[in-house]
């Protein structure tokens, strides 16, 4: 996965449909997403780099994805804006730095 795209798509605000291997589901899923942060997670134990999108298609309560590149199968960077307001609801202490206003 082109990390400069991915960071790239995370300072423009601009969606993408991410194909990737889904370990709880145990199969592959297309989900429209936004671009969060990338860098290792605070709470895997495995601190290696991640992709951390939110997931506007999840069928759960909990929209964050956490990906190791590894587990993205293909990312489609689309012409479509996204606003943080749409999902931010915490502190923002992101690891990429960014112009969000209130939300970076």
């Known amino acids: 996965m082109p990390r400069a795209e991915f960071i790239k798509a995370i300072e ?8 990737f291997v889904s370990k709880e589901d ?14 290792p ?14 997931d506007y298609e999840s069928d759960k309560a909990n929209h964050v994805l956490s990906l190791l590149p590894a587990q993205i199968v293909n990312i489609e960077f ?7 307001a749409e ?12 112009d969000w206003g209130v939300y970076s």
């Open 26 to 39: 145990n199969c592959t899923l297309t989900r429209l997403c936004a671009p969060m942060d990338f860098g």
């Open 78 to 84: 689309l012409d479509m804006d996204f606003n943080p």
């Open 41 to 54: 997670s605070r709470r895997a134990k495995n601190k290696d780099d991640r992709y951390h999108l939110w």
């Open 12 to 19: 423009n605000k601009t969606k993408v449909r991410l194909t």
């Open 87 to 98: 999902f931010v609801s915490w502190p923002p202490n992101w690891l990429i730095k960014r």
